[in-house]
């Protein structure tokens, strides 16, 4: 078994990478190595101001992180490791609504953003996308806290789902930047069309056909 060493700035970078998977939680974040599919690792966390390392088992889970980065699911066995460092996390005064509980799902959607009350547009892709926000990689990320106008393009439809976001963090991998946004003004219409989506995509349980079913839905509103 490989061990890898995780070392983050703060306890605030930490937890804008940790993951809770849906009760197991993990870890996504940029990086070089590359790890197969279910491998098992050994992952040497670190951050302050926690004295030395934690070594966590956890398991390669590459359709949950975005290109550049990996993704690890802490092992079942772990939840006292895994309860430690987020106690030493959060004791650290940080902010406790970072770990996200929405259910996310991979995606690859066009999207162009903007600065609320800027007119200048950047282009990105949606990598991941849930109830509650998404995961965002593109040429530049705005600092945390900034509020952005979302426009989503989604396949083979006409009409893009407008929405707003606030960026939660911020992550550098390579040439491109990740970021993490949390929806605002969730009552909005296209809101509502993008949690039918969302459900869509989760009754399905299958995640290879994303598109098609983006699509799908899309299609189905046109015609109500």
Same mark, same amino acid.
């Given at each position: ?8 700035? /703060? ?14 939680? *993990? ?10 599919? @279910? ?15 934690? $070594? ?11 290109? @550049? ?23 650290? *005064?940080? #902010?406790?609504?970072? &770990? ?8 690859? $959607? ?6 609320? @009350? ?11 996308? /849930?109830?509650? *926000? ?8 705005? &600092? ?5 106008? $979302?426009?989503?393009?989604? #396949?083979?439809? &006409? ?13 550098? @991998? *390579? ?28 009754? /399905? ?20």
């Amino acid at each position: 078994m490989r061990i890898h060493l995780v070392q983050f700035d /703060s306890a605030r970078d930490f937890l804008h990478h940790y993951d809770e998977m849906d009760g197991d939680g *993990g870890l996504i974040f940029a990086t070089k190595a590359k790890f197969r599919s @279910g491998e098992q690792v050994a992952l040497e966390v670190r951050f302050p101001p926690m004295v030395g390392r934690v $070594l966590v088992t956890a398991t390669s889970s590459p359709h949950m992180a975005p290109e @550049g980065y990996v993704a690890f699911r802490f092992l079942a066995e772990e939840q006292s490791k895994k309860e430690f460092l987020l106690r030493v996390a959060h004791l650290s *005064g940080e #902010p406790k609504s970072f &770990p996200r509980h929405h259910r996310r799902f991979p995606v690859r $959607l066009r999207l162009n953003w903007q600065v609320e @009350g800027v007119a200048f547009h950047h282009i990105g892709e949606v990598r991941n996308l /849930s109830r509650g *926000g998404l995961f965002v990689v593109s040429e530049w990320a705005p &600092p945390v806290g900034t509020r952005l106008s $979302l426009t989503i393009k989604a #396949p083979d439809d &006409p009409n893009p789902i407008r929405v707003r976001g606030k960026v939660t963090w911020v992550s550098h @991998g *390579g040439k491109q930047v990740g970021m993490g946004l949390r929806f605002e003004k969730r009552s909005s219409p296209d809101m509502k069309r993008l949690r039918t989506i969302i459900r869509a995509i989760s009754h /399905s349980g299958d995640l290879d056909a994303v598109p098609t079913f983006v699509s799908k839905v899309f299609s189905e509103q046109e015609h109500t």
